[in-house]
């Protein structure tokens, strides 16, 4: 078999025996795997609305893996994409608010403004990790809490005590009418291209910019790019700033696209967390992460139709995701069969 | 090449797998509709009348405020002779971003009141009645104003009004805790009628103010009231949903090492008399009711005849007995009871007023 096979059939194995071992589970807690993986289908492609959700759901995960992909590359984990994600949402949601501006500043202005709020939380760790070696994971989960309830907090000064920024004013919103008469009033929204460009970007500066080689050079080996003369104190921060941009645009996705406000939350949204994982099955690579962010977003989407089409509790339907999942993320013990398998008989 | 031919093999059983599976389930899927729609015409006596919640991401076994509401439903639906799934039913949420679209999963199966629960669902109520303008809807804890929306308030504060008079009465370290969910709109009416409910007893009374800042966080309540107890506390009112679990749980737990151990809880929502059982004892003084079910069966029933109040906002306080406190089963002596009636008939004739905020 060759590479390219291999490439091809891991994740269909991979994708298959996870279905088969949710079957197994849901089998045996005595409901329908059929009916259940059909709710499933119907969930993510079943008609136009799903359609159009479920590409609103892999939106704000294609920026959250970008951003985890993105620091990885520089040797740095960015377990901080939740707080990021929190800031840039306010961020968007506040200068959506409180600005009345003709739509082509307005809505790059809220854009920005989210990148920027994203980038300056990201920088605290960035600078602590450069200057006085403090691990990024711990500064990065602390920074998550910050954010959450200083968010929580500035969304209670903005509104008066209330838990509701309000809806932003429509120059400011992403929101697609035409999208919405496509898809029968689906949240999707233009922002998924502002994720795809984001997608390029990200490819661009770390394949074919000096910076990003230097970055890469930095995740390689610290020691010898800095032998070799390169910076990187300064570019362990630049990659925490421009990850933390991309969650910040996370959060602007949620802010001007899905939500149109900002509320006061008893937890975290989950999106930065799962952003870890689209990186990871992924393998940090650019195009990578839209595979992981759409298999995370239309199981995610399409998992809220089991319990709806077919009466599957929702407990049993976390379990059979988080099996597909593993099983997608288990693909290296997959390929490790198939090459193994493949050295025998070329031994023959 | 044995091997290349088993591992071919292999897979193509595990593709045919999928693809057959994949025809298996357009049979599967037409058939129970079919069967569905015999059924409908078998049993006549049920009526033609159908009604959903959407849940925040509490879900129905929170024990309190989603529990009660499904309560409501499952009733209305039993008495009626709907059946769960096609008469009524519940989604839950597993984030904020999916209300909407479980209340329009709702809507496309074409239920007749479709019902969010709690304050959360405030906007996605909104933007959903906006899109679908023949459905009717309703929303608990929150006011919507659209013409196909009914909201229900209810007056909490004059329930809390009441635990707070028994929990007054009640306290011998004269040490009282309060544990909140989320600092919102709603949770501060439980909060302000319970501490002018202990004012009105005694104002000397000490009363220790938390806030969990979460709903579901069972962990995080069991420390705060472990704290609570530990300072001197002996009875905690909790209006925190599923993170009031936890209280129960911390309360339990001392009853069990020391029988005599002065700790009670007071429940919130539903009759929470069953989360505080230990052994022959239990750690629930009473539980402040808010009667979101009947709340929720009255929609029903008004819609089912027609009447259904779109448009305008029904508030639940003592004097409608949306509120109220639930029996004590004995731990609080009929003097004390007799004193809280005597609070309770105040508050339902107007002749005090429980504040709704702090001020």
Not at chain 1, 171 to 199: N, P, Q, W
Not at chain 1, 257 to 266: D, I
Not at chain 2, 125 to 139: G, L, Y
Request: aromatic share 10%; with cysteine.
């Amino acid at each position: 078999m060759s590479n390219r096979v291999v490439n091809i059939l891991v994740p269909v194995i991979s994708v298959i025996l996870g279905l088969l071992v949710g079957a197994i589970v849901m089998l045996v807690s005595g409901y329908d795997p059929v009916l259940g993986y059909t709710a499933l289908w119907n969930g993510i492609f079943g008609d136009a609305y799903a359609i159009g959700e479920t590409i609103r759901q892999i939106t704000p995960y294609l920026l959250a893996g970008l951003s985890v992909a993105f620091a990885f590359r520089t040797g740095l984990f960015n377990i901080g994409v939740e707080g990021q994600l929190l800031v840039g949402w306010f961020a968007a949601s506040y200068v959506g608010i409180a600005f009345d501006l003709p739509m082509y500043i307005h809505l790059p202005f809220a854009i920005i403004a989210a990148a920027l709020a994203g980038a300056a939380w990201a920088f605290i760790p960035g600078l602590l990790k450069a200057k006085l070696q403090v691990h990024e994971v711990i500064v990065t989960i602390m920074m998550n809490y910050i954010a959450l309830h200083t968010t929580n907090a500035m969304i209670k000064v903005v509104s008066d005590g209330g838990d509701n920024t309000g809806t932003i004013n429509p120059s400011a919103s992403l929101k697609s009418a035409f999208f919405e008469s496509i898809t029968d009033y689906s949240r999707l929204h233009y922002g998924i291209f502002i994720a795809l460009a984001m997608v390029l970007l990200m490819w661009f500066i770390l394949e074919k910019t000096t910076t990003g080689y230097e970055l890469k050079a930095v995740g390689f080996n610290k020691h010898a790019s800095e032998y070799a003369g390169m910076n990187v104190n300064k570019n362990i921060i630049l990659s925490m700033v421009i990850a933390g941009a991309f969650a910040g645009l996370a959060g602007a996705m949620e802010a001007l696209g899905t939500f149109q406000y900002a509320n006061v939350k008893g937890g975290f949204t989950g999106i930065g967390f799962d952003g870890i994982a689209v990186a990871l099955l992924g393998a940090n690579t650019p195009l990578g992460v839209i595979f992981g962010a759409v298999l995370f977003g239309s199981l995610k989407y399409g998992a809220l139709n089991m319990p709806n089409e077919a009466g599957i509790p929702v407990e049993i339907v976390s379990i059979v995701i988080a099996i597909i999942i593993f099983f997608v993320a288990c693909g290296y013990v997959i390929r490790y069969f198939l090459e193994k398998a493949n050295k025998k008989k070329e031994a023959k | 090449m044995t091997k290349r031919k088993f591992g071919l093999g292999l897979s193509l059983v595990l593709a045919a797998g999928t693809i057959l599976g994949a025809c298996g389930s357009d049979e599967e899927t037409t058939t129970p509709k079919e069967s569905e729609g015999t059924g409908s015409e078998g049993t006549t006596e049920a009526v033609d009348f159908s009604l959903a919640m959407v849940t925040d991401v509490g879900g129905i076994d929170d024990k309190s405020f989603n529990t009660s509401a499904w309560q409501g439903i499952e009733a209305f639906g039993k008495e009626n002779g709907l059946e769960k799934g096609e008469g009524y039913d519940y989604l839950q949420s597993a984030s904020d971003a999916d209300y909407v679209t479980n209340l329009n999963n709702l809507v496309r199966r074409d239920f007749d009141v479709v019902y969010g629960v709690g304050f959360l669902m405030e906007q996605p109520i909104k933007t959903i009645a906006e899109q679908k303008p023949d459905s009717n809807f309703a929303i608990i804890d929150s006011i919507v104003d659209a013409p196909n929306v009914a909201s229900v308030m209810f007056k909490e504060q004059e329930g809390a009004f009441l635990a707070g008079v028994a929990a007054a009465l009640m306290s011998e370290s004269k040490q009282i805790g309060f544990v909140g969910g989320m600092e919102i709109p709603v949770i501060e009416r439980f909060h302000v009628g319970f501490i002018e409910g202990v004012k009105a007893v005694d104002p000397s009374i000490k009363v220790d103010v938390q806030y969990t800042g979460k709903f579901d966080d069972a962990a995080l309540g069991k420390t705060t009231a472990n704290r609570m107890y530990s300072s001197g506390v002996d009875i905690i009112f909790h209006a925190a949903g599923g993170t009031g679990n936890g209280v129960f749980a911390e309360a339990k737990e001392r009853k069990t090492k020391d029988a005599n151990a002065n700790v009670w809880v007071i429940g919130v929502d539903s009759d929470q008399y069953e989360e505080g059982a230990v052994g022959d004892t239990n750690v629930t003084l009473t539980s402040m009711l808010k009667k979101v079910g009947t709340a929720v069966q009255n929609i029903a029933n008004d819609a089912m005849a027609g009447n259904f109040p779109g448009g305008k906002t029904v508030t639940y306080g003592l004097a409608e007995e949306g509120v109220g406190l639930a029996d004590s089963r004995g731990a609080i002596p009929q003097d004390v009871l007799d004193q809280i009636d005597e609070y309770a008939k105040q508050i339902a004739s107007g002749e005090i007023t429980v504040p709704e905020t702090m001020e």
